[in-house]
């Protein structure tokens, strides 16, 4: 099962759970002063934390490599279809807030978009 | 220098038959120990753990969830009279960062080829708080055999009948199976051991009757074929998970000892049914695995499913209930959908329901998890298909002269334990 490469536009070294070296799929849109970033999950070809384990962690990290004000950043997760006969691996998108407090990122909360939702926040 | 390794104890699921089996990780792991040390190992499922025994440090050894509480709980016993505890293992590479907060220091990752710099810092009172080589997996040739000769035997028997010895035969897995963390855990790609390193283990496990605990042993056809040649001489029993679903491989099998596999059935298709009947069709029994509360089950679903075992001619069925283990995909999911409700690891024990299913109520499922224990052990109780099984391996033994007979002098204990006998 490989991770469907449809929104992803570069592969993202990051460092998981306890430093574990982690990689991630990343598509950066800007639209205007907001920048739109959508992590991919790569299952098998990541090897180490999940994006979901590490989120706000995560979501730092590549607003500081991009330079990405995160007042202005909008946060996707992506799970992508992995072509698998079981529905737990479909594509998903989830839109992620945090609560940004002393310069870090705090408490994610998730909110699955439907295709129409992701679209409508891409397009 | 003495170091003391614990396992430490778990509360059984009730209802089931339990059987104690000898413990797999702190055998490996007291293998990669440096020469000078020498283990003195408690499982706290089979005995008391003595804490003033003299020891110079200690181990902790997890492989399950539920073992993490009572884990912390013993080495906060150690550490209060001054004892540095180091922890290891499945669980803990799962709850690291708590652990951290119990432990003096933290082992992740696999143990060959590290633990003389563990024990070096430990002696020059350097011990670092954490060991990360989770990413860092050392070469599999360099698993040699364990050192079951910690062990104590005799707790391990029931009745005169000595329980199955654990081994494994390679690691990682190439699979990212939705509530396995294996891959997480021991590598995203399989690592089989070399075949004669195999053998060589194999050959010094004085038990006939062996589980061979790896994740799946269908994800290499030709090195499961070889293994399954090169086992054939040994004469061994054995039971697996997964066997690769093809006749050469199967006969194979057969031949190397395979006494029953564990399979998951996962719906009520054609394609299970015949799964089944091939392994019977090469004497292999079955033990189903089934697991409850998917997403994709209804209440119906579920019914159906439990019909269709008992239609189906399994030797033994395990029925458990998801359960979100942390590095899992299904932990990820119910993590975004806020969905986990316990987060007591304690009843992270796949018997108890600790998050909102997605088609009925948590206590529905819970419900319908005791129903398929009490409907597929209605006519004929767990122990006596049990029963079953053992005698066609004994059978199997008599026929190629490997057959032991039990031990007389623990007919009157189990696990260490007197018997108690309700005759009247």
Redesign the interface.
Known sequence: MKASQEHIQQLFDFKGRLGLASKCGLYIKQKGEISIVIVTELYQDNPGSSITSVTASLAMQIAQAFDISIENMVYIESSPDMKSKLSFYDEEYYLVNFEYTDNSLQNPSWKKLSKDEFKAIID | MIFKLIYPKWAKLEGQTTFTLPPHGPVVMAASLPDYVTVSFTDENVEDINFDEPCDFVGISMMLTVQAKRGWAIAAEYRKRGKKVIFGGICTMLH??ETMEHADSVF?GESEGRMEEVFSDFLKGQLKP?Y?Y??QQPPIELVGPARRDILKRELYNHKGVQMVDLFHASRGC?F?C?PCAV?YLG??CFRPRPIDKVVEELEGIENNRLFIVDNSLAQNKEWEMELFKAMIPLKKKWISHTIEDDPKVLDLAAQAGAWYVYQAVFDTSDYIKERIKRYHDYGIGVEGTILLG???QSEDDIKRLIDFLLEIDLDLAEFTVLTPF??T?????M????RIFDKDWNNFNAGKVVYQPAQMSPERLQELYNYAWDTFYKDETQEAKMFRLFSKVVLREMEDNTYRPRNRGLVNKSFGKDVVRNMK
């Open positions: 690291a960062e992740l954490l990360n989770l990413s190439r990212s939705y891959s590598g995203r998917l997403d994709n942390p590095h995909k299904v932990y990820d999911d993590i975004r959908q806020n």
